[in-house]
């Protein structure tokens, strides 16, 4: 027993720290985003056809890019600026992966195996574009919660006191909130978003890091065989741990990874479901869409995901 606890906190202490510089950076990238860039940056890039605005709001994260933590309110003062719904719903759950830091991790993840990268951003990228082409071109009073008149008042004034508090604590350093109290310079609040960022997300990090490990060490022979024997329930599995662990996109291939034994379909379900659908993911899409965007939202990436890895499965690719 004791020789499994000490294999068991090798692991998770492993995991942890080959995934916390990620993360580190993540929440700076982030923190650099909220403070130095302007609302109206996506704005200068809309083009005219729906498959064009797709296609931006797919690959902007690598010029935006943002953590599925942050990405609903982000998403939320696009909309109301009049980006086009379409490319905005494209830019949300395709950004937590389709960033550089995350691309960056899962390659290092995986032990340079530029396959699970391609396989990981194809996972988000087909769902992605299915919701927001599904949408079509409405407008923000389409997709968001408020009525008309409250949405076009608060597109005259901005959304400060929206931004301030969604997703912020008290004491909170971004750029709305620091504006807004008048206090600290932008490399203080640089620092403040980064160091909030990292220590809220490093919880997950740590959690899930500590089931993999867990799972790996402690889980008998026999049921083990059965995870990994039946590529299913591997999957399904992996996917429901994805939605509950919450751990952030910078950071969740090495808890991934951590999954050996199991197929590659079920690791890249883990990294495919987690940044676009998870617990937080759940509160923030019901309090900001309206109920057919959040069902939207929700089912189409599931099923999507869980279709894809096992078509992959199927085929072969995923052992």
């Given at each position: 027993m004791a020789d499994s606890l000490l294999i068991f906190c090798s692991m998770a202490t492993a995991i942890v720290l080959e995934a916390a510089p990620f993360l580190l950076l993540g929440s700076l990238v982030g923190a650099l985003f909220e403070v130095f860039v302007p609302d109206r940056a996506l704005e200068r890039f809309i083009p005219s056809g729906a498959?064009?605005?797709?296609?931006?709001?797919?690959?902007?994260?690598m010029a935006l890019p943002t953590c599925e933590?942050?990405?609903?309110?982000?998403?939320?003062r696009l909309l109301l600026r009049r980006v086009p719904v379409r490319m905005v719903m494209a830019y949300m759950l395709a950004a937590p992966v389709i960033n550089p830091v995350v691309v960056l991790?899962?390659?290092?993840?995986?032990?340079?195996?530029?396959?699970m990268?391609?396989?990981?951003?194809?996972?988000?990228?087909?769902?992605?574009a299915a919701v927001a082409l599904g949408l079509g071109r409405g407008e923000a009073h389409d997709v968001l919660r408020m009525p008309k008149p409250v949405l076009l008042r608060m597109h005259g004034i901005g959304e400060p006191a929206i931004h301030a508090h969604e997703g912020h604590e008290s004491g909170c350093s971004c750029a709305s909130c620091?504006?807004?109290a008048q206090q600290g310079s932008r490399l203080m609040?640089?620092?403040?978003?980064?160091?909030?960022?990292?220590?809220?997300?490093?919880?997950?990090?740590i959690a899930g890091a500590c089931l993999a490990a867990a799972f790996k060490v402690f889980v008998p022979a026999a049921i083990l065989r059965l995870f990994v024997d039946s590529p299913v329930l591997s999957i399904v599995s992996m996917m429901l741990f994805a939605v509950l662990?919450?751990?952030?996109?910078?950071?969740?291939a090495f808890v991934a990874a951590g999954f050996s034994?199991?197929?590659?379909?079920?690791?890249?379900?883990?990294?495919?479901?987690?940044p676009m659908v998870d617990l937080k993911l759940l509160g923030m899409f019901g309090a900001t869409f309206r109920g057919r965007v959040t069902l939207a939202l929700v089912t189409v990436p599931t099923l999507s995901v869980l279709v894809m890895s096992l078509l992959l499965q199927w085929l072969g690719g995923g052992s």
């Open positions: 498959v064009a605005q797709v296609s931006v709001g797919l690959v902007a994260g933590c942050g990405v609903v309110p982000i998403a939320r991790s899962t390659y290092v993840a995986f032990q340079n195996d530029l396959s990268v391609g396989l990981r951003v194809l996972f988000v990228a087909v769902p992605a620091a504006e807004g609040a640089v620092l403040s978003h980064t160091a909030l960022e990292f220590l809220s997300m490093a919880r997950f990090l662990s919450s751990v952030c996109s910078e950071a969740d034994m199991l197929p590659r379909a079920a690791q890249l379900s883990f990294t495919a479901i987690g």
